[in-house]
C-alpha cells in the first residue's frame, strides 16, 4: 500500500515569492493533516481536513496561507507571499477516523 | 485545553544501555497517545500506540511504553539501545476533537 505522497520533497524561493505543496493521502483515509516543523519543533497543526470541509484551521496564518480539498482526497497548501520565518517542514499526514496518523515525508521549504 | 511535554531535549547513552524518553501530557477528556520517530532527513513513523487495553504497549523493535492515567504520563522505554536508535522522538496525544498535540522532542544520541 502507497503511503502519504508530498510533492516537492525541496522547495528553496526568495520571499514575497508564492509556493504551493501537494499532498496524496493514503487510499481511503478520509482525515487529512497539514503540519508545519520549525527545526528542534515538534510537528504544529494548520489545518485539518475531513473529507473536504476544513475543520480546523484555527493555526493556520489566513493572511497568507491556504488550503483546499475539493475533492475530499489529495490537498494544496499555499504560502503567498512567502516570508524567511516560513523556511520549515511541512508534512502532510492522513488518517482513517479516530485512528492513528500517517505521515508523508515531508517539503522543505527555504525562503531566502 | 490540551499539551504535551518531553521535558529532556536531548538523552546520550551509550549503547546497550537502557534508556527512558519521559512524556507528561495534559487533557481534559480522554486520550489516546503515540510515540513517533524520526531518523535523521527522513519523515515521523509512528512507534507506539495505546488506544485502550493494557496500559503497556510494545514497538517491532524493544521500545515499550506505559500509559498511567494517574502520572499523566507515557514514558517510553528501551532496556538495550542501539546505534540505529539514534534518532529524534515525538511524544502525542489525541484528545476532543481529534486533535492531535505533538511534544518538541527528544534526540536520543546512542554512543558507541
Known amino acids: 500500500e502507497a503511503g502519504v505522497v508530498q510533492s516537492p520533497r525541496y522547495k528553496i524561493i526568495e520571499k514575497k515569492q508564492p509556493v504551493a505543496f501537494w499532498c496524496n493521502p493514503i487510499s481511503g483515509h478520509n482525515t487529512l493533516y497539514w503540519y508545519r516543523q520549525n527545526l528542534g519543533q515538534g510537528p504544529e497543526l494548520l489545518i485539518r481536513?475531513?473529507?473536504?470541509?476544513?475543520?480546523?484551521d484555527s493555526q493556520l496564518p489566513k493572511d497568507r496561507f491556504s488550503a483546499e480539498r475539493l475533492k475530499g482526497v489529495d490537498s494544496t497548501l499555499k504560502i503567498q507571499p512567502a516570508e524567511l520565518g516560513d523556511s520549515a517542514v511541512y508534512l502532510c499526514?492522513?488518517?482513517?477516523?479516530?485512528?492513528?496518523?500517517?505521515f508523508g515525508p515531508g517539503t522543505r521549504l527555504l525562503v531566502l | 485545553a490540551q499539551s504535551v511535554t518531553q521535558l529532556d531535549s536531548q538523552v546520550p547513552v551509550f549503547e546497550e544501555a537502557p534508556v527512558e524518553l519521559r512524556c507528561n501530557y495534559s487533557?481534559?477528556?480522554?486520550?489516546?497517545l503515540f510515540w513517533y520517530v524520526q531518523y535523521p532527513n527522513q519523515g515521523l513513523q509512528l512507534l507506539l500506540k495505546?488506544?485502550?487495553?493494557?496500559?503497556l504497549v510494545e514497538s517491532i523493535n524493544g521500545f515499550e511504553a506505559e500509559f498511567n492515567k494517574s502520572q499523566t504520563s507515557f514514558h517510553l522505554r528501551k532496556p538495550s539501545v542501539h546505534i540505529s536508535d539514534t534518532a529524534e522522538y515525538f511524544c502525542?496525544?489525541?484528545?476532543?476533537?481529534?486533535?492531535?498535540?505533538f511534544g518538541t522532542g527528544t534526540k536520543l544520541q546512542v554512543i558507541p
Open positions: 499526514a492522513s488518517s482513517p477516523p479516530v485512528e492513528t496518523q500517517y
Open positions: 487533557s481534559s477528556v480522554s486520550v489516546y
Open positions: 481536513y475531513e473529507n473536504e470541509e476544513a475543520v480546523d
Open positions: 502525542a496525544v489525541k484528545g476532543g476533537y481529534q486533535k492531535v498535540t
Open positions: 495505546y488506544l485502550s487495553g493494557s496500559t
